[in-house]
Each structure stands twice: as C-alpha cells, then as structure tokens.
C-alpha cells in the first residue's frame, strides 16, 4: 500500500507542473499587465522603471517562468505583486473557507447521494423512482453558478430564509457560542448545495444502478430467503457491495468541486480560495494564481489517493502492485 501510494504520487508530479504551467501561459496571453494596477497616473519615469525592476515585469517570459516554478519548489510561492504579501499567507487565509465548503458539499453529496439511489433501487418503477431520476437529470445538465443564482433568487430574496453571501454575519464574534455555529452552518447551506447538487444526482443514478445490479445476485436472494426485511438487505448485505463505483466517483468528483467553487465562491462572496483566485486574475497577480492552482492541484491528486485507498478497503481482491 505505501509503495503504491508513493507511485501515485511521484505520476502526480508531472500532472500539478502541467496545471501550473498552463495557467502561466494563459495568463502571460491575456491583455494588459500588472503594472497597469501598480504604477498609478501620472507617474514619473524613475517610479515607473523602480516598480518594473522590483517586480521584474520587463524580464524575459521564460525567466519569470523559472523564477515562478523556483518559488512554487521552495514552497515559498513568493510575493503577490499587488497586496505585496507572501502568497502562502493569503492562502493559508482563505484555504480553511474553501476546505469547509468543499467537506459540506462532499457530504452532502454523500448523503443525498446514496440516500436517493438507495430510495429509488428500493422502489424501482414508482413514482418516486421516476421522479427522482427526471431531478437527478435536470440537476446534472444544470451550470453550478445558474444553480447558485436561482438559490440566491429563491431562499435570500424571495423567501428571505438564509444568508447569500459571506461565511458568516459581521456581528457573529459578539454571539454566543452555539448562535455563531448556527450562523456559521446557514451560511454554508446555498453554496454547499449549489456546489454538491449536480454530483450528488449523479451519484444518485450510479449508486441506483450498482444497488439494482447487487440486489439481482445469489446472495441477495439467499437474504431474503431467510426472511430479512428489504432495509435488513440493503444495510447489511447490498450497500457495502454497491459503493465501489460511488467511491470511485466521489474521486473523480473533487477535480469538479474545487473548480466549480471558484465561482460558487464568486457568487456568493465566500471568503475562499476561488475569491482569491478571481481576484488574483482580474489584477493579473500571477503569484497569487500560481500558488492557488499548486495547491488546488496537490488536493486533487491526494483526493484521488484516498478514494484509491478506500476502493481498495472495500474491495479485498483488489491488488495494488
């Protein structure tokens, strides 16, 4: 299992400079520059010439690329050029708001999840099945951003039951304890669900299919045979068996939830990675997006090794070497 995991790591490697690289690229191929937000109007030709040098914003495109990549190496990730703070601090800043958005909307992608497909493998052919499937469909075609806004439309405007924007009220550090963690939680609700929505339908439908392909086999009837009640098989025999392909899924669905909060993040003013993402490329502060993306990278490629390592725990005759 840790030659395996060191493997996975070391083929990473090459995926996490690729992502860096593209993004450098498509950055130094957008219009205008930094200096357009650093020099100001006006400014003489001795202030303009200090500021490029600080900066190095006249080098050469392959040496501002070497010195990023040395950055990103040393872990320093260096200094945004407009806040003129070290990257890893405004990112060690924002990154405990994305990492709660991202576990609420994991979870919630979970328990919707395989509480619906289970529900529906259950009650195959009724109603209930059948609806559930037309949601899951539309749910999945839907852009996680127009999902944001028809929320924000429909529970912060429309029916004023929840916040939309921000992590938390400005005056939740005077609230009791247990007030502030409320607070905190109807804070998290329109962006987790704007961000889980789409993959938890998704993992609906699989886990449906893998529950019903489960339920067909030997076993099963030899369950129900012995007179065990249909959640009886479910929990104890069918589910276990069921979740490999959702396990596989729940990897595959954290590449598309760190990239859909960037703008779920947007929309709803959360204090994350993606604001800082945004920000960093309306501003053109490529140590900023540099950093962002490295680390966005690196929790992808561990997100994947733990699914890996979890099909692996479900699954005995699976052989890692």
């Known amino acids: 299992m840790i030659r395996y995991s060191l493997r996975r790591l070391l083929t990473a490697i090459p995926l996490v400079w690729a992502v860096v ?24 030709v001795e202030m303009r010439t200090a500021i490029m040098a600080k900066w190095q914003l006249e080098a050469p495109m392959g040496l501002r690329y070497l010195a990023a990549l040395g950055n ?19 990112i060690l800043e924002a990154l405990p708001a994305t990492l709660a958005l991202t576990a609420c909307s994991l979870a919630m992608m979970v328990v919707l999840g395989l509480g619906i497909g289970s529900l529906q493998a259950l009650r195959r052919g ?10 899951s469909v539309v749910l999945h075609a839907v852009p996680s951003f127009w999902l944001a806004m028809v929320l924000v439309l429909g529970f912060a405007l429309w029916l004023p039951v929840l916040p939309a924007s921000q992590a938390a009220d400005p005056m939740a550090a005077y609230m009791p304890g247990w007030e502030r963690l409320l607070d905190r939680l109807a804070h998290l609700v329109l962006p987790a669900l704007a961000l889980g929505a789409a993959n938890a339908a998704l993992i609906a439908r699989h886990h449906r299919s893998a529950l019903l392909e489960v339920m067909d086999q030997d076993f099963i009837r030899t369950a129900r045979a012995l007179g065990l009640g249909p959640w009886r098989v479910l929990t104890r025999h069918a589910l276990r068996a069921a979740l490999l392909p959702t396990v596989t899924l729940l990897g595959l669905a954290l590449p598309f939830l760190f990239s859909g ?12 990675m993606g604001t800082l993402i ?28 733990l699914a890996d390592v979890a099909t692996a725990a479900l699954d005995p005759r699976i052989r890692l070497d």
Do not use: K
């Not at 009724?126 to 949601?135: N, Q, V, Y």
């Not at 909060?261 to 994350?272: I, K, L, N, Q, T």
């Open 21 to 44: 690289t593209l993004c450098f690229l498509l950055l130094e191929a957008a219009p205008g520059d930094v200096s357009g937000t650093l020099i100001p109007q006006g400014a003489s």
């Open 72 to 90: 990103l190496c040393t872990g320093e990730l260096g200094l945004s050029v407009v806040r003129e703070r070290p990257v890893l601090d405004l």
């Open 126 to 135: 009724s109603w209930l099945d059948r609806g559930a499937t037309l949601i």
């Open 261 to 272: 909060s960037v703008v779920v993040e947007r929309v709803f003013a959360w204090p994350g």
């Open 278 to 305: 945004f920000e960093g490329i309306e501003q053109q502060d490529t140590p900023v997006v540099l950093g962002c993306f490295l680390v966005y990278g690196v929790l992808v490629v561990v997100g994947g090794l």
